[in-house]
């Protein structure tokens, strides 16, 4: 199966791309996936979403929709099925 995940803001422009495809054998957990879009899209992109095992504060990491910080978190599980978008903390003033 294909997972497709979108990045948006500064993580599309800071990694070139607005599009990341995953293919895996098997549903997978977040913190899996951001591992597989990180070693295609470049280095740094863990760093940017993850602070330790938390959710960078300000990070939206969506599954089908949904914010996963108000289901399972990095433990979601992914499939072929969600679209999957990530969006790096915003300023503004």
Do not use: H, W, Y
């Not at 993580?11 to 293919?23: H, P, Y």
């Not at 940017?48 to 979601?76: A, H």
Request: charged residues 25%; neutral net charge.
């Amino acid at each position: 199966m294909i997972i497709r995940v979108r990045l948006f803001s500064l993580l599309r422009s800071k990694f070139g791309r607005s599009v990341v495809d995953v293919e895996t054998d098997r549903p997978i957990p977040l913190r899996e996936l951001i591992t597989q879009v990180e070693s295609r899209a470049g280095p740094g992109l863990v760093g940017e979403l993850i602070d330790g095992e938390k959710i960078r504060k300000g990070t939206l990491l969506l599954v089908g929709g949904r914010n996963v910080i108000f289901g399972d978190g990095l433990d979601t599980i992914v499939d072929g099925t969600q679209e999957i978008c990530f969006f790096p903390p915003s300023g503004g003033g």
